[in-house]
């Protein structure tokens, strides 16, 4: 009996175990099958979970509640490759703790984007760091330029989103899309008219699109950059950078919570780019201009809490819409330090940044004029200045209403969604 009693007891156990093999391996499949049926725009590629400073980062899970456009082809290969290690491992395998990660964010401007990168291969200090190059569509162009770098680390990443990669769908120009001022009830169009009864115009609306998805995914989205707490400088793709940037910027990001308390950045160029600064023997703590400016964690948490404003505010300017409603929004004021003598120039007068005057250092039939003196070839701010205020800050303000464009609600949803891919 006691035998007959063991034998059933094992066969028992063992159609447990059975059971409990096939469960999984019908949850394995459903899985598969599930994923298959997923569009990419539904995933996130990453597979690790982590807590940052209070915040829970898990990457594989599902986008609950997103409404993210469906992705084609060549937005899922741009996504995939955005997981890719930096290239350059090799010549410049350690990077220096204390560096400020760059970003240069582009879009097809290559003319100006060369001169960029060859100012940036002379600036003292950047085989330091991790230059990371995020792309407002894809161009074959700008690519070779970019994968032409060989001063230091650089990653390269893809908005998988932006409009110049959907020709015929939103957030492109959709053929169902209302135009200038239709009205989408008579024409049974879509669309939201922004303020002045417009509808969105997608190669203009990518610029602020592109922003908020670059900062998101810098800050919270890159394994090489979801731990870093310490300052990010950007740039743009007509920004010429001086030799002594980086060196002076190392310079303010230390001085900076002494000299400065209230200053949420630092900035390598004036806030009026006609500007090449004061010349005086003194720090500058002024608004936030929207050339060379860095800003660490710790204030990109403030503005990612604005996400709400930051979406729906009628302005298709990112750094009006900081400007006008972002900034103001912290309770006091915003100010960046800065040297006195300019360490970046707005060198671009194509595109959408129009009307420099003839005396502005800017491209002219490939050239540019602008010469480099010998005190912005190496650090020109001393540890020993004051600093002088400019209390009263010119341009934007708070209740500015905006110039519009950015009215209809598929971009404020859009927007919102790049604020909630990480987190």
Same mark, same amino acid.
């Given at each position: 009996?006691?035998?007959?009693?063991?034998?059933?007891?094992?066969?028992?156990?063992?159609?447990?175990?059975? $059971?409990?093999?096939?469960?999984?391996?019908?949850?394995?499949?459903?899985?598969?099958?599930?994923?298959?049926?997923? $569009?990419?725009?539904?995933?996130? +590629?990453?597979? =690790?979970?982590?807590?940052?400073?209070?915040?829970?980062?898990?990457?594989?899970?599902?986008?609950?509640?997103?409404?993210?456009?469906?992705?084609?082809?060549?937005?899922?290969?741009?996504?995939?490759?955005?997981?890719?290690?930096?290239?350059?491992?090799?010549?410049?395998?350690?990077?220096?703790?204390?560096?400020?990660?760059?970003?240069?964010?582009?879009?097809?401007?290559?003319?100006?984007?060369?001169?960029?990168?060859?100012?940036?291969?002379?600036?003292?200090? +950047?085989?330091?760091?991790?230059?990371?190059? *995020?792309? =407002?569509?894809?161009?074959?162009?700008?690519?070779? !330029?970019?994968?032409? +770098?060989?001063?230091?680390?650089?990653? @390269?990443?893809?908005?998988?989103?932006?409009?110049?990669?959907?020709?015929? *769908?939103?957030?492109?120009?959709?053929?169902?899309?209302?135009?200038?001022?239709?009205?989408?009830?008579?024409?049974?169009?879509?669309?939201?008219?922004?303020?002045?009864?417009?509808?969105?115009?997608?190669?203009?609306?990518?610029?602020?699109?592109?922003?908020?998805?670059?900062?998101?995914?810098?800050?919270?989205?890159?394994?090489?950059?979801?731990?870093?707490?310490?300052?990010?400088?950007? !740039?743009?793709?007509?920004?010429?950078?001086?030799?002594?940037?980086?060196?002076?910027?190392?310079?303010?990001?230390?001085?900076?919570?002494?000299? /400065?308390?209230? /200053?949420?950045?630092?900035?390598?160029?004036?806030?009026?780019?006609?500007?090449?600064?004061?010349?005086?023997?003194?720090?500058?703590?002024?608004?936030?201009?929207?050339?060379?400016?860095?800003?660490?964690?710790?204030?990109?948490?403030?503005?990612?809490?604005?996400?709400?404003?930051?979406?729906?505010?009628?302005?298709?300017?990112?750094?009006?819409?900081?400007?006008?409603?972002?900034?103001?929004?912290?309770? %006091?004021?915003?100010?960046?330090?800065?040297? $006195?003598?300019?360490?970046?120039?707005?060198?671009?007068?194509? %595109?959408?940044?129009?009307? @420099?005057?003839?005396?502005?250092?800017?491209?002219?039939?490939?050239?540019?004029?602008?010469?480099?003196?010998?005190?912005?070839?190496?650090?020109?701010?001393?540890? =020993?200045?004051?600093?002088?205020?400019?209390?009263? @800050?010119?341009?934007?303000?708070?209740?500015?209403?905006?110039?519009?464009?950015?009215?209809?609600?598929?971009?404020?949803?859009?927007?919102? =969604?790049?604020?909630?891919?990480?987190?």
């Amino acid at each position: 009996m006691a035998s007959n009693g063991k034998l059933r007891t094992k066969e028992a156990a063992f159609r447990r175990f059975v $059971s409990v093999v096939l469960l999984t391996l019908l949850g394995a499949l459903l899985v598969v099958l599930y994923l298959r049926s997923s $569009s990419v725009s539904d995933l996130v +590629i990453w597979e =690790d979970v982590e807590v940052v400073g209070g915040v829970t980062f898990n990457y594989t899970q599902r986008r609950k509640g997103l409404t993210l456009p469906k992705q084609n082809e060549l937005s899922i290969m741009l996504e995939k490759r955005n997981q890719l290690p930096p290239r350059n491992l090799d010549l410049y395998p350690r990077l220096a703790k204390d560096r400020i990660v760059i970003v240069l964010y582009v879009h097809n401007r290559p003319q100006y984007l060369k001169l960029v990168v060859d100012s940036l291969a002379k600036v003292k200090g +950047i085989s330091e760091t991790l230059l990371i190059v *995020s792309h =407002d569509g894809y161009f074959e162009e700008i690519n070779r !330029i970019i994968e032409g +770098i060989k001063f230091c680390q650089v990653k @390269q990443i893809f908005a998988p989103f932006s409009p110049h990669i959907f020709p015929d *769908s939103f957030p492109g120009a959709s053929p169902k899309d209302c135009k200038g001022k239709d009205d989408p009830d008579k024409l049974n169009c879509e669309g939201t008219r922004d303020q002045y009864g417009n509808h969105r115009s997608p190669k203009i609306l990518s610029l602020k699109h592109h922003w908020w998805w670059m900062m998101n995914t810098v800050w919270d989205g890159l394994k090489e950059t979801h731990l870093h707490v310490g300052h990010i400088l950007f !740039i743009e793709e007509d920004h010429f950078i001086y030799p002594n940037a980086y060196r002076n910027l190392q310079i303010l990001t230390e001085l900076k919570p002494s000299k /400065c308390p209230l /200053c949420y950045a630092a900035n390598l160029a004036p806030s009026d780019v006609r500007s090449r600064g004061e010349g005086w023997e003194s720090l500058i703590a002024e608004k936030m201009g929207n050339i060379g400016y860095s800003f660490n964690r710790t204030v990109w948490t403030k503005i990612h809490a604005k996400a709400t404003e930051f979406c729906t505010f009628d302005e298709y300017n990112w750094d009006i819409t900081m400007w006008a409603t972002v900034y103001p929004s912290f309770g %006091g004021p915003v100010y960046s330090l800065r040297g $006195s003598r300019t360490s970046a120039v707005h060198i671009g007068k194509c %595109g959408l940044h129009q009307g @420099q005057r003839e005396l502005s250092a800017c491209i002219d039939n490939g050239s540019i004029n602008l010469k480099v003196a010998d005190v912005d070839k190496v650090p020109n701010i001393r540890r =020993d200045w004051g600093v002088h205020e400019y209390r009263k @800050q010119n341009g934007y303000q708070a209740g500015f209403k905006g110039w519009g464009g950015w009215g209809d609600t598929r971009d404020h949803q859009m927007c919102l =969604d790049f604020a909630k891919m990480y987190r």
